[in-house]
């Protein structure tokens, strides 16, 4: 038992598995099954370091139909199931169960598959085979609102169903993507009747309501949660940031928090030339982009200076021209005082004004 305990932990972690336990529990069991019964299960599940093949590739392979192959399988099914009394299917179902289990009683095929196989194949395969056998386990079809998924029968539709609405109505009234600590909070205000691990434990399986990759949970159609295009992308990775960044930078943690598309890449030169044309986005430094609803305005600093003078309608001290400044632009010092020398008249010891032009 320990050792099937150390599988289960390295996978649950996200590492791989340090062992093949669903692929040697499996194994124990081929001795139940004819050989070709057991050629048939190893292709359909990929147990042989191979691509699962379909009911038709191994029908074709075997000259066999797709329906006979399907009752080969079926059988195999039963023979490891009227095991379910023995080890090691008992341990087997042990920790499937307490998976699911320990995920509120639901878990969508992705995460199950992903704590339970620890990346590998084999392992995924021989977990389906054992999913197959289980009559505590069942399949959840999927929803207008919620993955396909796994559940045990302690599951209650239900619960899910009303904790759903609820989330959904406050998230509406909100208007925004939350942090967790702030969803649950109004959730419970709401009137949710769940402790907090049990409420994100059922909502990570929907599929409208999401959590990004900076923590921040909304509704998944929304550019807060899944942005399509580098522009919103490149948005989002702003706002979470509170800051101008870089468009190398940006472009990075677009790829970094998983914001691209598996196996491709984000170009930092796209990043700057999907910005510098886009009016929410604002150039306030050598290559750095801040969001215009941060208040900074685009235009070269003699333009951002004259805007601050002409709505102040009066001189300004050099000292508070320059901080006015600061906060929409990411400029030196030198740089304003350099521009307000050359493009601004100047008023006593330290003020600055626009300067009136000729016939005006």
Known sequence: MKKTQKTIVAA?????????YFFDALKSFSGLLLPRTKDIVWSRFGLSGKKPKTLEAIGKEYGITRERVRQILASAFSAVRQKRDEEPFISV??????????RGGIVSVTDLFSILSGGSGKEAGALSFFLECMRSVKEAKETGTRERAFVVPSFSSE?????????EKVLRESGKAMKEDEFFSLAVKAGLG???????????????????????????????????GTREKARLVLKMNGSPMHFKEIAAQIDEAGLQKRGRK??????????IKDRNFVLVGRGLYAL?????????????????????????????????????????????????????????????????????
Do not use: C
């Open 292 to 360: 215009s609803e941060w208040g900074y305005t685009r235009g070269t600093v003699r333009q951002v200076i004259g805007d601050i003078l002409r709505t102040k309608g009066e001189p300004m001290n050099r000292e508070d021209i320059i901080a006015a400044v600061s906060n929409v632009r990411k400029v030196k010092r030198s740089t304003i005082v350099i521009n307000l020398n050359a493009f601004f008249e100047k008023v006593g010891k330290d003020g600055y004004t626009v300067k009136v032009q000729p016939g005006k």
């Open 266 to 275: 984000t170009h930092a030169q796209t990043v700057h030339n999907e910005l």
């Open 194 to 228: 769940l402790d907090k691990k049990r409420f994100f434990d059922l909502l990570a399986v929907s599929s409208t309501v999401r959590k990004n990759p900076f923590g921040y949970w909304g509704f998944a159609d929304s550019d807060d949660i899944s942005p399509r």
């Open 12 to 20: 649950t972690s996200g590492e791989k598995a340090l062992e093949s």
């Open 159 to 167: 619960e899910w169903d009303r904790m759903f609405v609820l989330a």
């Open 93 to 102: 179902s042990s920790h499937i169960e307490s998976a699911i289990v320990g």
